[in-house]
Antibody, heavy 121, light 113 residues
């Protein structure tokens, strides 16, 4: 049973960088069977896919955020990370880390509990 | 981006009734070579992360009650929930995974009268 747990600051100042980490247990981040992704949800709103990182270190990002996003994977720590630069209030959201199945073309089969990140001075 | 549009935005039904939620994509999400529509449905209960219900438009995820069913192909899809139970109160999202970026519908809030 895979378990994903987000961690990071709950408050970030405008123009600064949002940094989150997702700890993975019960599944290998070295496996080529999964993409490791981030999805966010502004309060009371819908879901926005941010992107994913693969075990090779390659990644795919949502073009709407591509200029500000980077993701990485640390196989030794069994975790992956999200950095989002130059944040504004529009980046306030619950951020979910998730696992996508490669064999199922990217379906999200597991989600973390989510972490609320507020952008405010 | 492929735009996913759900309807209705919300609905309120009585216990035991049937809920029908539709999802329309702005372009086909049917891959001709395998005849699969790249459409998933998720359930998000209050205060919880989403949970996968259906993928390939009609395949139920393991452990999902058979009261939940998905149908459709191409651009038009339906999630049907039979015999509504109190635990079905949630927001339901469709998602396409045919193109990048993956995109979600705006969500349909299901309540019990």
């Amino acid at each position: 049973q895979v378990h994903l747990q987000e961690s990071g600051p709950g408050l970030v100042k405008p123009s600064e960088t949002l940094s989150l980490t997702c700890a993975v247990s019960g599944s290998s981040v070295r496996s080529g069977r999964f993409y490791w992704s981030w999805i966010r949800q502004p309060p009371g709103k819908g879901l926005e896919w941010i992107g994913y990182v693969f075990y090779t270190g390659s990644n795919t990002y949502n073009p709407s955020l591509k200029s500000r996003v980077s993701m990485s994977l640390d196989t030794s720590k069994k975790e992956f990370s999200l950095n989002l630069t130059s944040v504004t209030a529009a980046d306030t959201a619950v951020y979910y880390c998730a696992r996508e199945s490669v064999s199922l073309a990217g379906i999200v089969d597991s989600w973390g509990q989510g972490i609320l990140v507020t952008v405010s001075s | 981006d492929i735009v996913m549009t759900q309807s209705p935005d919300s609905l309120a039904l009585s216990l035991g009734e049937r809920a029908t939620i539709t999802c329309k994509s702005s372009q086909t999400i049917l891959y001709r070579f395998n005849n699969k529509s790249y459409l998933a449905w998720y359930q998000q209960r209050p205060g919880q992360p989403p949970k996968l219900l259906i993928y390939w438009a009609s395949t139920r995820e393991s452990g999902v009650p058979d009261r939940f069913s998905g149908s459709g192909s191409g651009t038009d899809f339906t999630l049907t929930i039979n015999d509504l139970q109190a635990e079905d109160v949630a927001v339901y999202f469709c998602q396409q995974y045919y193109g990048s970026p993956r995109t979600f519908g705006q969500g349909t809030k299901l309540e019990i009268k």
